[in-house]
């Protein structure tokens, strides 16, 4: 399978079944054997990141252990043949590279991304994002300075 027939964005308000068919995709690519350190899924929010990954691992062992799960998984992903050997198969593979599995938030993606290329964009050794905390620190210590600043003007 090349990279290009591996790409999928998917788009969709609540409710609409996107975690299902997120899940559906990556178990898809699993079962014809693509390597789980090629694949990312990426969202907007932990909780959203956590529920593909926990649906991938638990269709795949519903559909390992009971033959009508692996037939509804089976038509779900494109594998209508597939029984319970199969997908206990492919769960096996999968949960010997469960840490490769890039399921995540775009924050994280892009937080690695920038690590990646930091010095070349010119960021100093260990930088950080700051949390919210700190960030609220920061901008008083900004606004202070600049309040400073100002009244030495005035003076």
Known sequence: MSAAHTRELVLASAGSGKTFRISSRIISLLAQGVAPST???????????????????????EGAWDDEAARALGEATGFADADRDFWRAVLARTM???????????????GRAVRSFAHDLGLPAGWTVADEATADRIR???????LDSLGRLQR
């Open 96 to 110: 010997r590279s469960i840490h490769e599995l890039d399921v995540g938030t775009l924050d994280a993606f892009f």
């Open 140 to 146: 008083a210590r900004a606004l202070e300075a600049a």
């Open 39 to 61: 694949l990312l899924a990426s969202t907007f929010t932990r909780k959203a990141a956590g529920e593909i990954l926990s649906r991938v691992l638990g269709r795949l062992a």
